[in-house]
């Protein structure tokens, strides 16, 4: 589980939302992806909502579709006991975080997280959404799912001639 945050152009007639820890505006996407990197949930909301606020919603969607899933990694913003009790609340899962040494110079790649990040990477090849333009939340999601299935169906028919 992860999230990415994306500026927004400004939208007429609506207040700029700004991240609380970046001060930028825009939305954040929060996804769960599989050991392949294939997505499983996603959620998009404004960026003025921190990471472990979003997650007991997005885990809830998932809940019933996917019961067998009980140990979710997630990075640095998902970290507390505050999330640890909601999850507690709406089902059984155990949460991993997975942090960057503090002695860490530079990039390092950490384990599991780079599966997401590279979701993340493939979805921003879609030029779409290298930046949020769309108007409503629904769109934007709608519009990852799109750049998702995509991503899917190319995979599908390269390898499908073998």
Known sequence: MSGERKRSEPRKGQPPRLSSTLQTKGRKRHIIVDTLGLMVALMVHSADIQDRDGA???LKSIRHRWPWLLHVFADGGYAGDKLKRRLKKIGRWTIEIIKRSDKAKGF??????????????????????????????????AWIMIAHIRLITRRLARYGDR
Do not use: Y
Not at 117 to 140: H, M, N, P, Q, Y
């Open 108 to 141: 390092e790649v950490l384990p599991r997280r780079w599966v997401v990040e590279r979701t993340f990477a493939w979805l921003g090849r879609c030029r779409r959404l290298a930046k949020d333009v769309e108007r409503s939340i629904a769109s934007a999601e």
């Open 56 to 58: 007991p919603d997005l």
